[in-house]
């Protein structure tokens, strides 16, 4: 299970979260209308991995820093 599930989310802003240990992902974007999300000054590193692309949703939903 992912801690953060968006689903077709636009200008969305992640900041300063942590994940627990049991975490999947740290976040699961779905949807190929997904975009302009910004990760910023999170740790996900207890996530078995930090972003989960799924049902269309790309690398470019996500902005660089």
């Known amino acids: 299970q992912p801690a953060l599930r968006f689903v077709n989310v636009r200008d969305a802003l992640v900041s300063a979260c942590t994940v627990p240990s049991q975490s999947g992902a740290a976040l699961e974007i779905a949807g190929a209308e997904s975009s302009s999300?910004?990760?910023?000054?999170?740790?996900?590193?207890?996530?078995a991995k930090a972003?989960?692309?799924q049902d269309g949703a790309t690398e470019a939903a996500v902005l660089p820093k």
């Open 37 to 47: 999300i910004r990760l910023m000054g999170n740790d996900f590193s207890r996530a």
């Open 51 to 53: 972003v989960d692309l």
